[in-house]
T-cell receptor
Framework: AQKITQTQPGMFVQEKEAVTLDCTYD???????LFWYKQPSSGEMIFLIY??????QNATEGRYSLNFQKARKSANLVISASQLGDSAMYFC????????????FGPGTSLSVIP | DTGVSQDPRHKITKRGQNVTFRCDPI?????LYWYRQTLGQGPEFLTY????????KSRLLSDRFSAERPKGSFSTLEIQRTEQGDSAMYLC??????????????FGPGTRLLVL
């Protein structure tokens, strides 16, 4: 079974608009962390934002925010005020304490920002 | 530059040859991870080290693959008798494990392998 599901293979957004990238996860471990990474065409994975399973508030980092709904096991990434440089692949990932802290990645969502 | 570095960035080899990749983590990081990424997929975990100890290996890591981190600093990933199915991007990441909640992995630029 897929641990991380990203149901949107590709998304388009108009420049300066907000966009939400979906992520659902599957775990029975009460202690886990959720990450979002950006991978531009150059190939490097860039860390964006982190949410811990025990965190009470949704994480925010600049234009990035994470809509964490624990009961629904979803961790959607919201990018506000999209910029052309946001065009990239976006990966949702999870680390479980019981899995020796290795990180499992989802299949990714390709985001294209339209001028 | 104090980020994660990988060498080489690209490697083309013939089937059956051995290849070795190197990863230099962020200097104070005690954990080092190897991932493989094929086109259109997310990275898949291969193995990781805490200091010089290899703590876990994925079932993806066949006996043709071996990884080392002899002094707890840089790491090498060797693939013996390469096959065309080994063609992928090999990503290295490092992190600082402090027993706290967030432990972010920082990735290198990757080594893109093409097996002909």
């Amino acid at each position: 079974a897929q641990k991380i599901t990203q149901t949107q293979p590709g998304m388009f957004v108009q420049e300066k608009e907000a966009v939400t990238l979906d992520c659902t996860y599957d775990t029975s471990d009460p202690s886990y962390g959720l990450f979002w990474y950006k991978q531009p065409s150059s190939g490097e994975m860039i860390f964006l934002i982190y949410q811990g399973s025990y965190d009470q508030q949704n994480a925010t980092e600049g234009r990035y925010s994470l809509n964490f709904q624990k009961a629904r096991k979803s961790a959607n990434l919201v990018i506000s005020a999209s910029q052309l440089g946001d065009s990239a692949m976006y990966f949702c990932a999870m680390r479980e304490k019981t899995s020796y802290d290795k990180v499992i990645f989802g299949p990714g969502t390709s985001l294209s920002v339209i001028p | 530059d104090t980020g994660v570095s990988q060498d080489p960035r690209h490697k083309i080899t013939k089937r059956g040859q051995n290849v070795t990749f190197r990863c230099d983590p962020i200097s104070e990081h005690n954990r080092l991870y190897w991932y493989r990424q094929t086109l259109g997929q997310g990275p898949e975990f291969l193995t990781y080290f805490q200091n010089e100890a290899q703590l876990e290996k994925s079932r993806l890591l066949s006996d043709r693959f071996s990884a080392e981190r002899p002094k707890g600093s840089f790491s090498t990933l060797e693939i013996q008798r390469t096959e065309q199915g080994d063609s992928a991007m090999y990503l290295c990441a490092s992190s600082l494990a402090q027993g706290l909640g967030q432990e972010t992995q920082y990735f290198g630029p990757g080594t893109r392998l093409l097996v002909l």
